[in-house]
């Protein structure tokens, strides 16, 4: 009887994990606009929300909570307050290097003191990729300073993420643009979260997005990239400061879902994502939260 239980261990074990969920907590910003501090107290209607001090203490909490958590930004990191226009992005940087983020896309402020000046950012303050798979940097100063996605290791599960950005001719002034090629990020969208989801053997695919929630005179935007995609499965947005109560759902090109969010602007709000994985049933969302941050988020 002992070695027949031996013996039928590794089935039980594996009918178990075939069975029990696996969790991963996403974590997510957008447009956070230089916004170190919070918005002070003046009667306005953003009165003493936002800051790093709030943002990182939340972020820590649902750390020692849960085991799998990915920490994402959709771009704008830059602009906004007087630390950017006198220390160019740098105590932003680092800020988002304490805080642990796993991955930023570029937005178009990110170029506003000029290309030089975020690579250099970048070089000397980031110890996190910046990925856009849509924008050519060959010949500029941005050469060799992102990548067009990353696989991350989460348990036993390999989560793909990569980013696209906005046109920036007639939105980024040609001297900060520079040389960069903007290319199709539908195309460029489709290409790379297909070799995530083939080539790499990503559970999920995570796409971060500063194209902006939705237009009505058919820009690329992340309504439009949802609906023409094939292997996403989740957008996170920017671009817009579009506030979603709940995310957005639509379907594919193949028939399935593919959820956007988006949290507003000047990180007064981290959005939290938690997702379950199974072999019986797939990965699916069960939880949203938009999480206020605040003076008293930091205690």
């Known amino acids: 009887?002992?070695?027949?239980?031996?013996?039928?261990g590794p089935t039980l074990l594996e009918a178990a994990e075939y069975i029990s969920p696996y969790r991963l907590t996403i974590l997510h910003t957008n447009d956070t606009h230089s916004r170190l501090e919070?918005?002070?107290m003046d009667g306005g209607r953003n009165q003493g929300l936002g800051g790093i001090a709030g943002r990182s203490a939340l972020i820590?909490?649902?750390?020692?909570e849960e085991e799998q958590v990915l920490l994402l930004d959709a771009g704008d990191i830059f602009q906004g307050t007087p630390y950017f226009n006198i220390y160019k992005g740098e105590p932003e940087i680092k800020a988002m290097t304490a805080m642990q983020y796993d991955a930023c896309t570029i937005g178009n402020h990110d170029f506003d003191a000029g290309m030089e000046n975020l690579a250099t950012q970048l070089t000397l303050h980031?110890?996190?990729?910046?990925l856009v798979a849509n924008y050519d940097f060959t010949g500029t100063a941005m050469e060799h300073k992102t990548q067009p996605y990353k696989v991350f290791k989460k348990g036993r599960l390999k989560i793909g993420v990569f980013g696209v950005s906005i046109e920036g001719r007639g939105l980024i002034p040609d001297t900060l643009f520079g040389a960069t090629k903007y290319l199709d990020p539908v195309q460029k969208a489709n290409e790379t979260a297909d070799q995530l989801k083939r080539l790499e053997n990503c559970d999920m695919v995570i796409c971060l997005s500063h194209l902006g929630n939705k237009y009505t005179d058919g820009k690329v935007s992340d309504e439009?990239?949802?609906k023409e995609s094939s292997d996403i499965d989740l957008i996170i947005g920017g671009h817009t400061h579009t506030f979603l109560d709940d995310p957005l759902k639509y379907t594919n090109k193949n028939g399935n879902d593919v959820i956007v969010n988006q949290v507003g602007f000047a990180g007064i709000i981290l959005g939290r994502l938690d997702f379950e994985f199974s072999k019986f049933s797939g990965k699916k969302l069960v939880k949203n939260h938009?999480?206020?941050?605040?003076?008293k988020s930091a205690g």
Request: charged share 5%; glycine share 4%.
């Open 1 to 8: 009887m002992s070695a027949g239980a031996v013996l039928a």
């Open 38 to 40: 919070p918005f002070p």
């Open 60 to 64: 820590q909490k649902i750390r020692a």
């Open 126 to 130: 980031a110890n996190f990729p910046m």
């Open 224 to 226: 439009v990239l949802a």
């Open 290 to 295: 938009n999480l206020s941050v605040s003076q």
